[in-house]
């Protein structure tokens, strides 16, 4: 299977997307203040997007491979990571320190989306 593992990696985002926004709904509710369970649920929107735009690309690949794909879908993969990981983490533990990490995350987001655009130029 061609790019099983950017595969792998979206369905695993994908499920531990449905569990965060599962626990966040159900487990967290009250128990946060409500600027952390905001970020918390922010986390959870971000990752889903993202995700379903991961594996938008990878169906792309598939009849269309070109220079730049895997660039966007590393850049998303590294800004979930660091931008909904830093949000889940900050609301769960309260350390409002993690959210410097956030913007990291969010402009590896925006050079994803980026990199995209130059995947879409260069295609034939």
Known sequence: MH???WWLGAALSGALMVIAGA???HAL???LAPRLAAAFE???RYQAWHTLALLAMLAWRASCPVAG???AMGLWAAGIALF???LYAMALT?????G???PIGGVLMIGGWLALAWAVLRAH
């Open 42 to 44: 922010t986390g959870v």
């Open 29 to 31: 509710e009250g128990q």
């Open 84 to 86: 909904s990981g830093s």
């Open 69 to 71: 794909q895997r660039l």
């Open 100 to 102: 410097m990490i956030t």
């Open 23 to 25: 626990f966040g709904a």
């Open 94 to 98: 309260g350390a409002t320190g993690l």
């Open 3 to 5: 790019d099983r593992g």
